[in-house]
Nanobody, 124 residues
Framework: QVQLVDSGGGLVQAGGSLRLSCAAS????????MGWFRQAPGKEREFVAA????????YYADSVKGRFTISRDNAKNTVYLQMNSLKPEDTAVYYC?????????????????WGQGTQVTVSS
């Protein structure tokens, strides 16, 4: 089992920045990819960004490319999401997730473990 604890959300004005953290514990060696997803009220949970533990390859949704940066600290088993130039449409609950196998990264159904979520609210 893998446990994920995400944190760092809050209220910020448009144009501001936040950094989310996801601390992983347990059998983290069994996971290959970490992802961030978000869910706004009344909408489906959507892919935001992902990173491979090994090699560090990163992937982004078009809507956040150039504004968000995903990174990892293997020694701390922690993944970060630096969010800059935030927009009101970025408002959502953000979830970190981990998957064990496969090369995919955008499909939430392929992820095995989830954090509890952290609220990000961007005011205009």
């Amino acid at each position: 089992q893998v446990q994920l604890v995400d944190s760092g959300g809050g209220l910020v004005q448009a144009g501001g920045s936040l950094r989310l953290s996801c601390a992983a514990s347990g059998r983290t060696f069994s996971t290959s990819t970490m992802g961030w997803f978000r869910q706004a009220p009344g909408k489906e949970r959507e892919f935001v960004a992902a990173i491979r533990w090994s090699g560090g390859s990163t992937y982004y949704a078009d809507s956040v490319k150039g504004r968000f940066t995903i990174s990892r600290d293997n020694a701390k088993n922690t993944v970060y999401l630096q969010m800059n130039s935030l927009k009101p449409e970025d408002t959502a609950v953000y979830y970190c997730a981990a998957k064990r196998y496969g090369v995919g990264y955008w499909d939430r159904y392929e992820y095995d473990y989830w954090g509890q979520g952290t609220q990000v609210t961007v005011s205009s």
